[in-house]
């Protein structure tokens, strides 16, 4: 009995003992739990060198003759000082292929088997904010070939092109760019421009559709394509991922298929990618930006309602407000013998992750 009361007195004398005392018998104490958060975060196993300005948004070109070789491109968004960067897979920067100065590079993109010159080649392409338009770059030197870049939006400086995402048909093999803006209306916020050989060694960029919902909370940055499966996916911050065809010729080209992740994310939907398993499963990551983890749902869907995806895991990250990501199921190296999955940092890095790290992770 005199216990009881000396605890009651005890628990009423300071916010930090009424919270001990409140705490049920059988919780664990705050430090055991940090301590696991701690030890459950990813951790990178290599940090590049820093850019210059702001860290932004990554890709990975896949060497398909010598994976070791592979690269791993991200934009610095300097307004006047920015550019693509290129890294080795040991986070070095490769200055002879890195491209800049440029404009308030945001995003990039990589997609294999685009027709120029009677051959197929792979390009990146990037938003450049600061000239509102697209530039082209030819793989693995790195060599524009946008003839100074692609108008997008009809010239709307406030519409400035921020997110980018590419899709190869795989019917006919043409190539398009999904790109999202810094504003726009509540339907038809993106554009959809087909990418074809000019005749003179460049390419240029046709407007096939403007499609896709927007709440008018925030922005859309964050795009990825499966190219597989055919869907385009996107990130409507604060509010969730939504999700449509990526042809613009499908019957329901301008249906959206689902709208996910709408609750469990701290502030903002941000970076997106697709892991796969197989031809027709895997993952869907998404970087919970101010929560400094990923968010995982299955790429298939749930059995039965492929268009229903449910988190499976939230993993904790090393990285710092990701905005930017980017992954791959090719084996690159010893380091990355199942994939690697590159973050952006804003302390102006990029973070390569083992898949293997993150699979850990995943419910089997």
Not at 170 to 195: C, H, M, N, S, T
Not at 213 to 220: D, M, P, Q, V
């Amino acid at each position: 009995m005199h216990s009881v009361i000396r605890l009651a007195v005890h628990c009423s004398t300071g916010a930090a003992l009424l919270a001990a005392c409140s705490r049920p018998a059988d919780a664990p104490p705050a430090e055991s739990t940090a301590a696991r958060a701690a030890a459950d975060t990813l951790r990178p196993v290599v940090v590049t060198q820093s850019v210059l300005n702001d860290s932004d948004d990554p890709a990975i070109w896949v060497d398909t003759l010598d994976p070791s070789r592979s690269l791993i491109l991200g934009t610095d968004k300097g307004d006047s000082t920015g550019g693509v960067y290129v890294f080795t897979l040991e986070g070095r920067i490769d200055s002879a292929r890195t491209r800049r100065p440029m404009k308030r590079p945001n995003n990039v993109d990589i997609v294999r088997g685009v027709r120029l010159g009677g051959a197929l080649v792979d390009i990146a392409v990037a938003t450049e904010r600061g000239s509102m338009s697209l530039r082209i770059f030819r793989l693995p030197g790195m060599t524009p070939i946008d003839g100074g870049g692609i108008p997008v939006f009809d010239g709307d400086a406030a519409r400035a092109p921020m997110g980018i995402a590419l899709y190869r048909r795989p019917a006919d093999g043409e190539v398009f760019a999904i790109v999202g803006g810094k504003g726009g209306p509540v339907e038809g916020y993106l554009w959809q421009y087909r990418l074809r050989d000019a005749g003179n060694g460049t390419l240029r960029g046709e407007k096939v559709r403007a499609f896709g919902r927007y709440s008018g909370k925030k922005e859309i940055e964050a795009i990825a394509v499966d190219q597989a499966l055919g869907f385009v996916y996107y990130s409507d911050e604060t509010v969730g991922i939504r999700k449509y065809h990526a042809d613009p010729d499908h019957p329901q080209a301008a249906t959206e298929l689902a709208l996910f992740g709408t609750s469990g994310f701290v502030s903002d939907h941000e970076g997106l990618g697709i892991y796969p398993t197989s031809d027709s499963t895997g993952y869907l990551l998404a970087s919970d930006q101010q929560g400094q983890r990923l968010q995982v749902f299955r790429r298939e869907g749930a059995p039965g309602a492929p268009h229903t995806h449910d988190v499976i895991a939230t993993i904790p990250v090393a990285a710092l407000e990701t905005d930017g990501l980017d992954v791959t199921a090719s084996p690159l190296s010893p380091a990355f013998p199942e994939g690697l999955l590159v973050m952006m940092s804003t302390d102006k890095t990029f973070h390569f992750y083992d898949w293997r790290d993150v699979r850990k992770r995943l419910p089997r």
